[in-house]
């Protein structure tokens, strides 16, 4: 508990909440809620929560996310024809099962081989001698017309 909170709750034991708060320069819903908590819990009221709600109705089961994260792992399979084959099997699955899988970890390339190995090889870019490879950055910022203004 802040020293904060610990202070608006005593000063409110004898005054006004609206004074309180107009005195420590916080609004007076925000005072309500804080004394209202310590009212209703105690000093557990006053201890920070997660902002998490408590249940999710509309997630997904955990035996689908299982199979679609089977799907993505063994079969290397992308997230539409993963959504479309739960379509064709009657089990309909959002079409942005992406979030799910970022979720489950696995939303980068390199997690698409089973054992986590990435699939991709790092490439050099050889000069036959030097200054011969230079790289530019060009970004427009004003409407220059192709081939110069």
Request: with cysteine; glycine share 10%.
């Amino acid at each position: 508990m802040t020293p904060g909170c610990k202070r608006l709750i005593e000063r409110c034991r004898t005054r006004p909440i609206a004074h309180v708060a107009a005195e420590m320069g916080i609004s007076r819903a925000t005072a309500s809620k804080w004394v209202g908590r310590y009212r209703r819990h105690g000093e557990l009221g006053l201890l920070d929560r997660s902002s998490a709600p408590a249940r999710q109705p509309t997630s997904t089961p955990g035996r689908l996310a299982e199979r679609i994260e089977s799907m993505w792992r063994e079969r290397e399979w992308p997230a539409p024809d993963i959504t479309f084959e739960h379509d064709q099997e009657g089990t309909p699955v959002g079409r942005r099962i992406t979030r799910l899988l970022a979720q489950l970890g696995l939303n980068r390339r390199k997690f698409i081989a089973p054992n986590g190995m990435t699939t991709r090889q790092p490439q050099r870019i050889t000069a036959e001698r030097p200054g011969r490879t230079v790289h530019f950055d060009v970004k427009k910022v004003g409407r220059i017309p192709d081939g110069g203004g």
